[in-house]
């Protein structure tokens, strides 16, 4: 854990400059210098890793200052005769990339991963979204590592985040195989409990694992007499994935109970499951939404009913192509002249159809329209006592579904992104990007209206949603 970690950086630091401090008085006494001393411990580590007959499970924390983001387990094989290491993620069930690692000193011993691993450098290149990246690191300080309990203490140069190293058991394709199986299918939103008679509730990102847990202190009764509850402190921190549950990258602290890891029930039927800290003494029930679906269930084709006041309307052939797994689905046909991305929400099991730039058929491209005006699907707030337009990107609407696995259909319900009006409809706007947000040229986006809609740029109340194929 981190205190672990923290102080075996430490005894590492206070050594070597206890060394330092030596070698200007006691040269000889040591037979080698500094430079030939760093060599044979480096050499040693590399072969120590490649001696590996498996190879390396690593536990990669990544993250900005923020913490948003936890850690991934990556299978790492290494091959000290050419330099090179196989990478494989937890996030890809067979996706393997080779590249190039060094030992080498850049102030201490360093392990760097120096050519490009789409694994190992992900979480730390910039991309559109994350123009620092992600708080990934592919270049570690090396804290230390002991021969006899297989394990190598690494410390991000960029991020100061502390990875370990750990052999397996197995060839690295089949321990990647099988977290990924585990990372897929741990998908608990929220889970319930009590420590020393006090109550706990929390929230469970399984997209960025980050593991919330809420000190709740009663405030009195309802009128039924049922305690009722508000949250007096909230504690969060980062997971890993292991073959018995989760590991946190920092003790849990909750009512006094300090939890290091908790072991987890992997039989997800649609009812409670259960984490478990034996050593603290400590149980969760958590919690899966009844109306819960796999990602699967939503590739096919639909029909989209909208409007109000006694008129209805239908889009009919809208076809959800798969975008990025797990992730997004691509919406095709609910305008000729573009197509959409709904996002899969894995905590609800749900799709959402939030506000962005529309894409070019077929194409990742947004449509741009001279130069800086760029298409938007605007959530609108269309009712009696509202009508506002919103250019926030957690904005939207999610589907809820009636229960039918041969006849699925889903009512449209807004996503929770606001608390201050509730999102019935959409809008498709130009949006002038030379411009502030609030300064969009709506009028002109009829030139890209939805399908079956007359021609309008308006898609107003969104009903149902019925699977016909």
């Not at 998908?187 to 997209?207: A, L, M, N, P």
């Not at 709740?216 to 921190?237: C, L, W």
């Not at 259960?274 to 003494?281: I, M």
């Not at 409809?425 to 007359?454: H, I, V």
Request: a negative charge; proline letters at 4%; aromatic letters at 14%.
């Amino acid at each position: 854990m981190k205190i672990r970690r923290i102080l075996a950086s430490c005894l590492v630091g206070l050594a070597a400059l206890g060394a330092q401090s030596c070698l200007k008085s006691y040269v000889d006494y040591f037979g080698e210098s500094a430079a030939e001393r760093l060599t044979g411990y480096l050499s040693d580590l590399d072969e120590m890793l490649s001696g590996e007959q498996y190879g390396w499970r690593m536990e990669y924390f990544v993250g900005n200052e923020d913490g948003d983001f936890g850690g991934i387990n990556v299978a790492l094989r290494f091959d000290s005769e050419k330099g090179e290491v196989t990478a494989m993620s937890e996030e890809d069930k067979t996706a393997a990339y080779t590249s190039l690692y060094v030992l080498t000193s850049d102030s201490g011993p360093v392990l760097s991963f120096d050519t490009y691993n789409p694994v190992l450098h992900k979480y730390g290149t910039a991309s559109a979204d994350y123009y620092e990246g992600r708080g990934g690191d592919y270049q570690f300080f090396i804290i230390g590592y002991d021969k006899e309990q297989k394990v190598v203490h690494l410390k991000g140069k960029r991020n100061g985040k502390f990875c370990d190293l750990y052999p397996i058991n197995e060839p690295i394709e089949q321990f990647n195989e099988k977290m990924y199986n585990i990372n897929r299918n741990f998908y608990v939103g929220s889970f319930e409990g009590e420590i020393d008679g006090q109550k706990v509730t929390g929230d469970i990102d399984v997209r960025n694992h980050q593991f919330t847990a809420y000190e709740m202190e009663a405030f009195g009764t309802d009128k039924d007499g049922n305690p009722q509850y508000d949250i007096a402190n909230t504690v969060t921190v980062p997971y890993i994935l292991t073959e018995k549950g989760l590991s946190f990258y920092e003790p849990l602290e909750v009512f006094g109970k300090s939890i290091e890891s908790m072991d987890f029930n992997f039989n997800l039927a649609q009812s409670d499951t259960t984490f478990r800290a034996p050593d603290a003494g400590v149980t969760f029930k958590g919690r899966i939404p009844s109306d819960w679906l796999p990602y699967e269930f939503f590739e096919g084709t639909y029909s989209l009913t909208y409007g109000s006041f006694g008129s209805t309307s239908t889009i009919s052939n809208i076809v959800l192509v798969p975008q990025e797994k797990g992730v997004s689905y691509r919406v095709k046909n609910l305008g000729k002249q573009f197509d959409l991305l709904m996002e899969y929400n894995i905590r609800t099991g749900r799709l959402e159809l939030r506000y962005q730039a529309v894409l070019q058929p077929d194409s990742d491209e947004v449509i741009v329209e001279d130069d800086h005006l760029i298409v938007v699907l605007l959530p609108w707030a269309l009712g009696p006592d509202s009508g506002g337009l919103w250019m926030n990107p957690d904005l939207g609407m999610m589907t809820v579904w009636n229960g039918s696995e041969t006849n699925p259909s889903f009512d449209w319900k807004e996503n929770g992104g606001s608390r201050k009006f509730e999102t019935t409809s959409f809008l498709l706007y130009y949006y002038d990007t030379d411009e502030t947000a609030d300064s969009p040229y709506y009028d002109g986006a009829e030139k890209y209206s939805f399908a079956g809609n007359g021609g309008s740029y308006q898609l107003p109340y969104l009903k149902t949603f019925r699977k016909t194929k």
